[in-house]
């Protein structure tokens, strides 16, 4: 065989595919000043996460917001209040895997938030009238866009031989008889 006749047993296919893959885990601090004096912290919980993102260079840029909410109690624990503050953020994600073969500067961006905006710790800072709000993120992220791949061609291939196979997988009554029917149930618990 040639090389020639080598070289027509490959093909370049232009396809969409994953172009690049990045993912990032982030924490950040936060001041909430509250309209009260905080007096000790009964809970702190974070709502109403949304973002976008965006190729920017080598690394996809996710802005994003969400409110973060605190309920506090004040005058000496006698009364309770909620803060309730929204928070902007930017988290600059770096696309570790990248192809080279990318044949277009248009390019689908898609991010996903594996862990979601969560409070690890909040407090009551030294001056004694905000907030300290620790959060953590985790954010992956995919770039879509045109590229190429080679595929070999088999020169040898006849079609499909599926049809052509025999198959002789005939079961009899009694293969079912050993069979336990409770086998991928378990045990139940109530």
């Given at each position: ?11 370049e ?34 709502i ?72 690890l ?46 198959w ?13 029917p ?9």
């Open positions: 065989m040639s090389l020639s006749d080598k070289e027509l047993n490959y093909r296919i232009i396809t969409k595919a994953v172009c690049g893959k990045g993912r990032k885990f982030s924490q950040a601090s936060h001041n909430i000043s509250p309209t009260h004096k905080p007096t000790s912290i009964l809970g702190c919980w974070i109403n996460h949304k973002y976008d993102a965006e190729k920017k260079g080598d690394a996809i840029e996710v802005n994003g917001k969400y409110d973060i909410n605190i309920w506090y109690s004040y005058d000496n624990n006698t009364k309770t209040n909620v803060a309730t503050e929204t928070v902007a953020y930017t988290d600059v994600v770096p696309l570790a895997l990248q192809d080279k073969n990318v044949l277009s500067e248009e390019m689908e961006v898609l991010a996903r938030a594996i862990q979601q905006p969560n409070t710790e909040a407090t009551i800072a030294g001056n004694a009238t905000d907030v300290n709000v620790q959060v953590e993120r985790e954010f992956m992220v995919e770039v879509i866009g045109e590229t190429k791949v080679c595929v070999y061609c088999n020169p040898d291939f006849s079609g499909d031989s599926w049809d052509e196979k025999i002789d997988y005939d079961v009899e009554d009694e293969a079912f008889e050993d069979l336990d409770n086998f991928l149930m378990g045990d139940l618990e109530e």
